[in-house]
């Protein structure tokens, strides 16, 4: 039974009248909302306070310990103190679009929420359309980014704007194509319908780890790094680069509002997560989560989680990209892999062959992929490495540091 | 349900203001923005016979000219925003009254 | 209960007043402001009411293609060519060139006709229900391969065809 159902009958058993059953269900949906929405607040504060602890063990740092059980309370004082700070809104500011951008952002992250299978019968709406759905949503992320940049009247915050207005678009299209994959797998654009497709039945018993991922690493792996500059995560937090640009679109913001950037972001990224989760890790599917329906939720939240985990590790590790090579990665690898991805996997799919020779067909794809993806990366790395060992190089200092010599001819 | 003439009378509100904007307004930007609505609301009718058609589930005509109605949208504002851009870099101005080169 | 002298409203219909409000709203924003970087904010609320009207009327897919479409890649594009040509923004001249009150003349004539024709055709108040939206889905997906596959071609290249041209007029040659 659906939770939803679940509690339109409460409701009516509680002596609710049946005429009434528009308000009944306004009710219901209000309260599934309100619940969603303020668990993702406080998800918000154990975020933050996971980003931190686990980029300060990468650092060798301890992180927050001081205001609660392991620094668990430190994001609450944070918020109370961008609280209590003082709201600057900028004298020529454009105040429509000025105080509109925050509250724009937040929206279009938390509207997400609303196609996410937690458990089997724990899903908001279980959209036809819940992918395009979420693909729509990240419109909206763009545009407050563009008010944000516009309005605060700023040309760094213009220009910042611009910048990850670019980054947005031009990840979104690999990151579309990556999706498109289970997708067309499973044939549904239904979140339910795709983590219900992943069991994998062992005779009756579902053993529940057909997950697509086992199926489409290619994929995956695309989805990966496209959310990551979808989610402006190092390597791709250009809109942030704290050490060579100011703030970004939200240099005006202080407060509360930028708080509100703030946690836009990183709900962001734990979204994106558990849309990968959904998508290519099973959702809610494990071993006997179909008979214990209470599992289900839990392995949905550990796996999200872990990918959550996997992004700040990334966060970690990796330098910062420049500009260019962001948007060459994006348009001259992601997209070009992508593309071939896809037609590959239309034309594997459409082959009379026995199923099992078609998946395989699919994973050799898939890996292709992936080696192909990991080649390139690699290669970047390598000659940026011989670049800076370059720049840094003893002979490369001679003429800088060192006093000029003076030459006997003049 | 909404009855179909309350969509109707959007579209057409929709449209006289598309028509306005491209009629009225200086900028060329503005213009575009007009067209853009006038599209829109030729969508809303479409998306709206469509539903009061008969057999809606099996008969995805009007549906399927949305579809193309947006993305012809979608070529259609790339071309003419390169074209102001490309007009404002020689001229300086997207202002429609001021490009008059080719008056006599 | 007493008697009201006009049918209560269901639901969908105050819905639907409340997203035509946004849509006229915005529409009316498009047309009126003098700021043209209001102008596109108020086309984006014209583009969410829009994408709205579309998902009450059942078309769900179409409106969350409008959303992605219009709102994430047309205003987009407005609002940077509007940036880009900001110059021109903040000048002193009126936003209306001089056949304003032509126009404005003909576009509430034109207002007029259309909701007296309209009004006085007998539409139908109610369509047939549609059960499986999973279905049309498919639908839409099977008449772009089969019946509408030849335009969808040409559309394909159309795109590609405006992509590039929008590429070559907008590129500054040095």
């Known amino acids: 039974m659906n939770w939803s159902d679940a509690l339109i009958q409460l409701q009516y058993d509680l002596g609710a009248p049946q005429e009434l059953s528009w308000l009944v269900e306004g009710v219901t949906y209000f309260i599934g909302a309100f619940i969603l929405a303020n668990a993702a607040l406080i998800l918000a504060l154990l975020l933050i306070w996971i980003t931190r602890k686990v980029i300060s063990r990468i650092q060798d740092r301890i992180g927050p310990n001081r205001v609660g059980p392991y620094g668990l309370f430190q994001t609450v004082a944070d918020a109370l103190k961008l609280l209590s700070k003082e709201d600057i809104t900028p004298a020529s500011a454009d105040k429509i679009s000025y105080l509109l951008a925050p509250v724009l952002s937040v929206v279009g992250v938390l509207m997400a929420l609303a196609v996410i299978p937690f458990g089997p019968a724990l899903i908001g709406a279980d959209l036809n359309v819940a992918v395009l759905y979420l693909v729509a949503l990240g419109s909206l992320g763009i545009m407050a980014a563009l008010m944000a940049g516009w309005g605060s009247n700023n040309k760094y915050a213009l220009l910042a704007g611009f910048r990850v207005v670019a980054q947005l678009l031009s990840y979104e299209i690999p990151m579309v194509l990556a999706m498109l994959a289970p997708v067309l797998l499973v044939g549904s654009m239904s979140m339910q319908r795709i983590s219900e497709a992943q069991a994998l039945y062992l005779g009756p018993i579902n053993l529940g780890i057909g997950w697509l991922i086992f199926l489409l690493p290619g994929a995956f792996l695309i989805y990966l790094i496209a959310a990551l500059a979808e989610a402006e995560q190092t390597p791709f937090d250009l809109l942030e680069a704290e050490s060579e640009l100011i703030a970004g679109f939200h240099i005006e913001y202080s407060g509360m509002k930028f708080a509100m950037f703030f946690l836009a972001q990183f709900l962001n990224s734990f979204f994106l997560g558990a849309i990968a989760v959904v998508l290519f890790l099973g959702g809610w599917q494990g071993p006997f989560a179909a008979q214990i329906p209470l599992l289900g939720p839990i392995y949905f939240l550990a796996k999200t989680f872990l990918v959550y985990v996997v992004i700040q590790w990334i966060k970690g590790t990796f330098p910062r990209v420049r500009i260019d090579q962001m948007m060459q990665f994006a348009w001259k690898v992601l997209v070009p892999l992508a593309l071939a991805l896809i037609t590959a996997q239309m034309i594997i799919m459409k082959l009379p062959l026995p199923i099992w020779l078609n998946y395989l067909l699919l994973l050799a794809a898939n890996l292709a992929v992936v080696v192909a993806v990991l080649n390139i990366l690699g290669s970047y790395f390598e000659r940026e490495q011989v670049r800076s060992k370059r720049a840094f190089a003893p002979r490369s200092l001679i003429g800088t540091m060192q006093p000029v010599q003076s030459s006997s001819g003049d | ?104 | 209960m007493p008697e009201l002298p006009f049918p209560l409203p269901t639901v969908q219909q105050v819905i639907f007043s409340m997203v035509a409000a946004l849509t006229v709203f915005g529409a009316l924003v498009v047309v009126l402001a003098p700021n043209l970087f209001h102008s596109a904010l108020g086309l984006v609320a014209a583009f969410f009411g829009v994408a709205s009207v579309y998902i009450i009327a059942e078309a769900e897919f179409i409106g969350v293609s409008q959303v992605l479409i219009y709102v994430g890649a047309i205003s987009t594009l407005i609002t940077f060519a509007i940036m880009l040509t900001r110059g021109m923004m903040f000048g002193a001249t009126s936003p209306r060139n001089r056949q304003w009150g032509t126009a404005a003349i003909i576009t509430s004539l034109t207002f007029l006709v259309l909701v007296a024709i309209v009004s006085s055709v007998p539409w139908p108040a109610v369509g047939e229900p549609i059960s499986q939206g999973h279905e049309i889905i498919a639908g839409l997906g099977r008449a772009f391969v089969n019946e509408y596959v030849i335009p969808f071609l040409l559309l394909a290249m159309l795109l590609l065809v405006a992509l590039a041209g929008a590429i070559v007029l907008a590129r500054d040659y040095k």
Do not use: H
């Open chain 2, 1 to 104: 349900m909404v009855p179909l003439t309350w969509y109707l009378i959007l579209a057409a509100f929709v449209f006289s203001c598309g028509l306005f904007a491209a009629l009225g307004r200086r900028n060329a930007i503005a213009v575009l923005m007009g067209i853009e609505l006038m599209l829109n609301a030729a969508n809303i009718n479409l998306i709206a016979f469509w539903r009061y058609g008969a057999a809606p589930a099996q008969n995805l005509d009007g549906q399927i000219f949305a579809l193309f109605v947006i993305a012809v949208a979608a070529a259609e504002v790339a071309v003419g925003l390169a074209l102001v851009i490309s007009v404002y870099r020689n001229r300086r101005t997207v202002n429609l009254d001021d490009l008059d080169l080719l008056k006599g």
